[in-house]
């Protein structure tokens, strides 16, 4: 039987999933009314991002799950890769 997870990659064919990753670092930043998250994951130089309504557990230090995709943000008139977590889990 196919879990959530499988639904969704099959529905979304360029979502990325990236399993046991470990978090080296986690930024809350307010955005409005929005909370930005960024994180950056062992051996990768791309920052995840995501928007939550609210504050979220510090996940420095720890494994998650990621589902996510891969796009560009223009900051200075230049654009940076950064990848946009639509699905997040703790392993």
Same mark, same amino acid.
């Given at each position: 039987m196919k =879990?959530? @997870?499988d639904k969704l990659l099959e529905k979304h064919q *360029? /979502?990325? *999933?990236?399993d046991?990753? !470990?978090? /080296?670092?986690?930024?809350? @930043?307010? =955005?409005g009314d929005w909370v930005q998250h960024t994180l950056m994951i062992?051996?990768?130089?791309?920052? %995840? !991002? %995501?928007k939550r309504k609210q504050q979220y557990q510090n996940l420095k230090g720890a494994r998650v799950n990621l589902s996510y995709y891969p796009t560009s943000e223009q900051v200075a008139g230049m654009d940076f890769e950064v990848m946009k977590v639509v699905r997040l889990r703790r392993s």
């Open positions: =879990d959530a @997870r *360029q /979502l990325i *999933q990236t046991n990753v !470990k978090v /080296l670092s986690h930024v809350m @930043r307010e =955005d062992e051996n990768c130089e791309t920052p %995840f !991002k %995501f």
